[in-house]
């Protein structure tokens, strides 16, 4: 069946522009990949029949996409802050910063802006070039905390560092304040498919997380936004959140694809941990369907071994996140970080300069 990317514009394309980068020698004599469509008209079915296919065509497909679009070798260095820990009132289902859930977190105050700005200046020393910023929130609300936030992000533009910032739901004039103080990226995540979101969130609407990144689109700032899996979801519902990100009008700039790290005393504490497979196949299928798009190794990496995490690179991973916590869960060290990709001879990608040609 004809799915996924042709080297050549597909007849099922919709009229974007191609994605292309000058060519380079090809390793080992294979020839030098050709322009890649983007494509808005997704169906569940095309992206399962992708994510099913025998795991190295996968990869191998992937990669393929990937070298026509991206510079070989190049990882997206990000480092995540949380800014305001736990007490949030939400209740999804995997959080262990929702005040409902007995995790052992302790809600935090916002932290103050030259602690947040020494934070990215260590990060920035130790390689980072991207600085995203995490309160736990379940909406911005007008006032000094977010006067602070904006302060914030113009602190982390001064240190050269690209911002981001995950806030929660924002309004329009949010978006927009956040976008004059400079923010590069805002991320809200879909989390899952639609079909599986109600078993997982409650207390707000797959609407409500659409209407949040328009508002940040429409601001001209970029979309950070992917999910989880390992959530109890069904390769459908993965499939189904692949889509709805690669049909929205523009593609999110960057996709983070967590695994579950399940948290004794959250709903989802009992839940299987994901097999590394898993990850792979979802990486290399965001990166099929949404080429231009950064593909972040986000939370569950620290289950990861190092042939896992260079296979998930391999299926199209260009990004990762950077430091000893996410958020408030464990993850790899700068040191076993920057050993492991010395040993790859992966290089830190440079914002604005290693973007994708066209999106
Ligand atoms: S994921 Fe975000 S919104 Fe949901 S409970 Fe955790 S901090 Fe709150």
Redesign the pocket.
Known sequence: MGVGLRSHVSPMATPEPSVTRPPTPAPHGSPAPAAVSLRHDWTVAEVKALHELPLLDLVYRAQTVHRAVWKDNKVQLCSLLSIKTGG?????A?????ARYDTGVKAEKLMQVGSVLESAKQARAAGATRFCMGA???EVKDGPQFDAVLDMVRGVKALGMEACCTL?MLSESQARRLKEAGLDAYNHNLDTGESHYGDI?STRTYQDRLRTLGHVRDAGIEVCSGGIIGLGESIEQRCEMLVTLANQPKHPESVPVNALVAVEGTPLEGQRRVDFTELVRMIATARLVMPASMVRLSAGRLQLSEEAQLLCMMAGANSIFFGEKLLTTANPGFTDDMALLEKAGVTPLEPAVDKPVAQ
């Open positions: 949030c009132p939400e209740d999804c995997y959080c262990p910063q929702a736990a929130w379940r929660g969130i």
